[in-house]
């Protein structure tokens, strides 16, 4: 079973914001609306930002390393962030 291609969304300043939905893991696919990837959030806008509220995140998962956290700092998302890396 092949994978669908990931469904993109425009989020202004935020490069490749995407839907991963449907691909499998754990032998079933993912849901849709549930798990999202993008680029970072530091050049994001404010269109960007309304943009981002529509999609009801309610946890950002930052997996950049320090050095790059600290050079392309998030804007404010009003969202929960774990950093990972």
């Known amino acids: 079973m092949t994978s ?3 469904h993109i969304f425009e989020v ?3 490069s490749n ?3 991963q939905g449907g ?3 754990a032998h079933k696919p993912i849901a849709t609306d549930c798990l999202y990837r993008s680029g970072h959030y530091a ?3 404010d ?3 309304a943009a981002f509220g529509q999609f009801n995140i309610d946890l950002i998962v930052d997996l950049r390393d320090d050095y790059e956290r600290e050079g392309f700092p ?3 998302l009003a969202t929960p962030t774990r ?3």
């Open 17 to 19: 914001f995407r839907d």
């Open 43 to 45: 050049d994001i806008s």
């Open 83 to 85: 950093t990972c890396g």
């Open 23 to 25: 691909y499998v893991a």
């Open 12 to 14: 202004e300043g935020v």
């Open 74 to 76: 998030s804007r404010d």
């Open 4 to 6: 669908p291609l990931p």
């Open 47 to 49: 269109n960007g930002l």
